[in-house]
């Protein structure tokens, strides 16, 4: 894939939610500047405390400092906002931590020019990414009810990787799920509930690049065990479907 003829257009914005990833965001960086030379990038410093703002800073790219750690929804709420009040039409979600390919960035792009959200999924029929036990049911589970919701197959919910389109970055920067997995669960429920078209297209994840992982292999079963109650609490909750002046950020 050629970084030049591939890269997606100026107008779309990476944004990298980091929780004390100093060490892991310059090779990070360093692969999207190659790989895809004309995006914007916005690291939002998620209350980290080893200097992850200034290693951002250092390098060249935009950043947000949140007082505190919100977690991965209020960081891409504050990503969304800044993204639609810079113009910014459309924004891919990378990890910080060297997990997804940027190289992938394009295609998922690619795709928004059909659908309002697009997920980077790992169980899709690309790479060898496996996930056994309860955590692999849990996922199912999550993977079949939200295939019902969105009128279309899902197979990596829970995925970070994804990118909005102009519809979808509008409702996120006002009404982005904050509350725990919400970021990942809810949104796609917020999506589909306000006729928001999701796809997902299928993509290779690798191991995290420096650092150290935030979840054990028991955390990722309680967390997945969580994102089912997650759903369950979002599909109850009654919500208005959202006007496009409502979404709109002042």
Known sequence: MSA????????????????????SLPGVLA?????????????VDDGSHDGTAAVARSLGVDVLELPFNLGVGGAMR??????????YPMV???DADGQHDPRDVPRIVERL????????????GTGSYEARGPRRWAMNVLAGV??????TRLTDTTSGFRGAGPRAVELFARHYPAEYLGDTVESLVLASRNGLRIEQIGVSMRERS????????????????????????SLVRRRERITPQEATVV
Do not use: M, T
Request: glycine share 6%.
């Open 210 to 233: 420096a650092g150290r992982p935030s979840q054990s292999p028991l955390k990722a079963s309680v967390y997945l065990a969580r994102a089912c109650l997650a759903l369950v609490i």
């Open 92 to 94: 891919v979600q990378v």
């Open 31 to 43: 692969e999207i500047r190659e790989h895809l030379p004309g995006v914007g990038v916005l690291v």
């Open 146 to 151: 939200l295939s019902r919701v969105a009128s």
């Open 4 to 23: 030049v003829s591939d890269a997606p257009e100026p107008r779309v914005l990476v944004v990298l939610p980091a929780w004390n990833e100093s060490e």
């Open 78 to 87: 504050a990503g969304f906002r800044y993204a639609l009040e810079q113009g």
């Open 113 to 124: 020019a059909h659908s309002d959200v697009v997920i980077g999924a790992r169980f899709a």
